[in-house]
């Protein structure tokens, strides 16, 4: 079992950029497909981006295309989210997940992933 923790969020203006981080203890995520996902207010959590387990597949929501990036660091314990261009719609709680049902396709569902973090809170004023 992996436990996730993310880190990172704070308020920041419209048009800037941070970096979340989601860091494993327990296990690495290298047996696991991982994505971040993010709940606004009144809203339903939704997918934003992640990569398969094989590495080989990384997706992201429409919505995030082109200003966001997911990584993963070199030991395979940390997941990063480089947000630049920042809008205030960006303003939710932002989670990162793992989940290992899936080796080449990139899960995009929550029913998916089996192991999520506590969340961080990014708020973007205009």
């Known amino acids: 079992q992996v436990q996730l923790v993310e880190s990172g969020g704070r308020l920041v203006q419209a048009g800037g950029s941070l970096r979340l981080s989601c860091a494993a203890s327990g296990r690495t995520f290298s047996d696991y497909a991982m994505g971040w996902f993010r709940q606004a207010p009144g809203k339903e959590r939704e997918f934003v981006a992640g990569?398969?387990?094989?590495?080989?597949?990384?997706r992201y929501a429409d919505f995030v295309k082109g200003r966001f990036t997911v990584s993963v660091g070199n030991a395979e314990n940390t997941v990063y989210l480089q947000m630049n261009s920042l809008r205030p719609e960006d303003t939710a709680v932002y989670y990162c997940?793992?989940?290992?049902?899936?080796?080449?396709?990139?899960?995009?569902?929550?029913?998916?992933?089996?192991?999520w973090g506590q969340g961080t809170q990014v708020t973007v004023s205009s």
């Open positions: 997940a793992g989940g290992g049902r899936h080796y080449f396709r990139t899960p995009t569902r929550m029913d998916e992933y089996d192991y």
């Open positions: 990569f398969s387990r094989s590495r080989s597949s990384t």
